[in-house]
């Protein structure tokens, strides 16, 4: 029932955070961006002629160039595409959408559909992926394959759809590899196959993938912040710690560097400075679940309960799957003890999302002591004592439930155990509220 009970920080996932990422430009400043910065070029071969355009520069000439209607058909449709990807870009996902569904609906105005070539699948796929129409945009990102089985962006866009699908992790690597055949320095390959083995939990693969994205993008703070990922993935918090601060100096905005650098402070004591980086994290994502449940953490090691409580009621508010959230609002509501039918409540949630959480049956049986119910009690240390007969605070609280019951001698022997495990497990328990037999 300490600290130590409850469960660990945790942390993004690439994948939760690296298609999110974009040129750090405000999301509205592209307006400021005068029409002579398209230089000689025109606003239509700015927009869908060129791969370098900053996106606040492709924006205006986008915008120019769907205004002035000089381009029509599946042009004036990637036009669109152009645009929301560099809304995206800029973090402006409201436009964004509203730029991939004009896409989608003005390939489908197409009279001659079979006149698409390859880049026109292609951007009908972007947009159709952006959205979310799964099936067609990869039906799209086959059909443009199909007529051009060099184009690596193709391969690489299947293969980040591909991967949203656990069960198809093995086609989007291949993917990724075939878009690395063909463009070997590619750093969103290297990112995303990363990810995929990460999730396949092939850590030697991933790291070497990682290793090299870093290499060839030293000042990419996406590269180093997966770099520090897959550092941690292998328990090497030092460096995970360190590559996660240097992301952080290149891009101070990183969200998900902030809060995975809280959860490693968490685990190293220094609670105040993770709630520094969780707190700098909620200013920039007010809703990021991850944020909120290490700052939860950290209240909760500072004892500073209702604050816990707090921050992980947001955490399951925004992910209703969370478990680990229910499992530590139960433990953080049984400590208190003024909310114990809702400490109760959370842990039966924690366990139908992971029935075999000890820790979690730990803390009910808790519950049941506080609430004079050792019978009950007993139910659940037997459960958690059944699976692993050598856990300290399900053996005393086992002890205490039996001698409740008229059980002493078999208790007394039950608390022996427990403190030759851990000898200071009975102020475990005296520490939140209940009494302890000598």
């Known amino acids: 029932m300490s600290v130590r009970a409850v469960a660990r920080p945790r942390i993004t996932s690439l994948l939760a955070i690296v298609t999110a990422l974009g ?64 809304y995206r870009a800029v973090r402006d996902e409201e436009r964004a959408q509203a730029d991939f569904r004009a896409a989608v609906a003005q390939f489908d105005s197409l009279t001659e559909p079979n006149r698409l070539n390859s880049a026109h699948f292609l951007q009908r796929a972007i947009a159709r992926h952006a ?36 069960a198809r992790l093995r086609e989007a690597i291949a993917a990724f590899d075939r878009a690395l055949a063909i463009v070997p320095d590619n750093v969103d390959s290297l990112l995303f196959r990363a ?10 693969a991933a790291k070497a993938d990682a290793q090299r994205a870093a290499m060839l993008s030293p ?46 402070l968490s685990t190293r004591g220094d609670h105040d400075a993770a709630l520094e980086d969780a707190n700098a994290a909620l200013e920039l994502d007010p809703d990021n679940v991850l944020a909120h449940y290490n700052r939860g953490y950290a209240h909760f090691a500072k004892h500073q309960y209702d604050d816990a409580i707090a921050d ?65 009690a007993l139910e659940e240390y037997d459960a958690v004592l059944q699976a692993d007969p050598n856990r300290p605070l399900a053996l005393f609280g086992r002890g205490m439930a039996r001698r409740a019951t008229g059980q002493t001698a078999q208790g007394l022997a039950d608390e022996r155990a427990a403190r030759a495990l851990l000898p200071t497990v009975g102020q475990e328990f005296a520490r939140y509220g209940l009494e302890v037999p000598t």
């Open 23 to 86: 040129v750090p430009v405000a999301a509205h400043a592209q307006r400021s961006v005068d029409l002579a910065a398209l230089a000689a070029d025109s606003p239509t071969t700015t927009c869908i002629g060129s791969t370098t355009t900053p996106p606040s520069v492709r924006i205006v000439a986008c915008s120019a160039a769907l205004d002035s209607k000089t381009i029509a058909g599946a042009d004036r449709a990637a036009a669109f595409v152009q645009r929301g990807q560099a």
């Open 312 to 376: 992980y009621s947001e955490a399951v508010r925004h992910d209703h799957t969370l478990v680990w959230a229910y499992a530590n609002r139960c433990l953080t509501r049984t400590i208190v003890g003024r909310d114990l039918a809702d400490a109760l409540a959370d842990c039966d949630r924690a366990l139908a999302l992971q029935p075999g959480n000890l820790e979690t049956r730990e803390t009910r049986g808790f519950i049941f002591l506080k609430r004079g119910q050792p019978e009950k």
């Open 195 to 204: 990810d995929a083995h990460l999730r396949l939990s092939e850590l030697g």
């Open 219 to 264: 000042n990419n703070p996406r590269t180093i912040f997966l770099r520090g990922y897959v550092a941690a993935r292998l328990g090497d918090n030092d460096q995970a710690f360190a590559d996660y601060s240097e992301a952080l100096k290149l891009d101070p905005r990183f969200t998900a560097a902030l809060v995975n650098r809280a959860a490693i």
């Open 131 to 166: 959205i979310g129409d799964a099936v067609r945009a990869l039906a799209d990102y086959d059909a443009a394959l199909a007529q051009d089985p060099g184009n690596a962006r193709a391969h690489l866009d299947r293969g980040i759809l591909l991967a949203r699908d656990p």
